[in-house]
């Protein structure tokens, strides 16, 4: 599998004006789940950016501390898929409530890295920025550009880090997911 980074985005195409952010509809989740897919697919680069940033600093403050949750939460989130492709009922829950599953994964590494002490460097090396990855995808409105690179990405002719991850979470855009299986139906 070849896999290619996204590459960084403007940032001021990542943090426009506020003319480019809105609440989302929350009697809509199918839509909620597109944009947030969508926008964690095109903005990947600038959240990993974000992101280390985040972790480094927290890093730099407790080392010990920050590569213990990172390597428990790696485990505990792989522990997880494992479960879900091996047991059903997990499966439908990471396919219909991909939220609670994330949350279930992060309140687990919580209650281990608790047992290690190092639960302040959980909260804001790790939940934190997460939850402004979440909170921006969101908010933030897609755009045409943002819309194309994500259908070259559900339909295989691009893999990125994040495709791969939203794949283990079986999260996809609904028009790329029909669009992907009408094309393995015409391959067979």
């Known amino acids: 599998m070849d896999v290619n980074f996204a590459p960084l985005?403007?940032?001021?195409?990542?943090?426009?004006?506020?003319?480019?952010?809105?609440?989302?509809?929350?009697?809509?989740?199918?839509?909620?789940?597109?944009?947030?897919?969508?926008?964690?697919?095109?903005?990947?680069?600038?959240?990993?950016?974000?992101?280390?940033?985040?972790?480094?600093?927290?890093?730099?403050?407790?080392?010990?501390n920050m590569i213990l949750g990172g390597i428990v939460v790696v485990l505990v989130f792989t522990g997880f898929v494992w479960a879900a492709h091996n047991k059903d009922i997990l499966r439908r829950m990471k396919k219909q409530y991909p939220t609670t599953f994330v949350m279930v994964v992060m309140l687990a590494?919580?209650?281990?890295?608790?047992?290690?002490?190092?639960?302040?460097?959980?909260?804001?090396?790790?939940?934190?920025?997460?939850?402004?990855?979440?909170?921006?995808?969101?908010?933030?409105?897609?755009?045409l550009k943002n819309k194309l690179e994500n259908k070259m990405e559900g339909i295989g002719l691009k893999r990125?880090?994040?495709?791969?991850?939203?794949?283990?979470?079986?999260?996809?855009?609904?028009?790329?997911s029909k669009f992907a299986d009408y094309i393995s139906k015409v391959k067979e």
């Open 9 to 64: 985005r403007a940032w001021d195409d990542f943090f426009p004006g506020s003319d480019r952010f809105a609440r989302p509809d929350f009697r809509d989740i199918s839509k909620w789940n597109n944009r947030v897919v969508s926008n964690l697919l095109y903005y990947q680069t600038n959240y990993l950016v974000v992101a280390a940033m985040m972790i480094s600093v927290v890093g730099f403050l407790s080392p010990f």
């Open 109 to 143: 590494s919580y209650f281990l890295i608790s047992m290690f002490g190092g639960v302040m460097v959980f909260v804001f090396g790790i939940t934190f920025p997460l939850l402004l990855m979440f909170i921006h995808a969101s908010l933030r409105l897609r755009n």
């Open 160 to 176: 990125t880090p994040m495709g791969i991850v939203l794949d283990a979470l079986e999260q996809q855009e609904e028009t790329v």
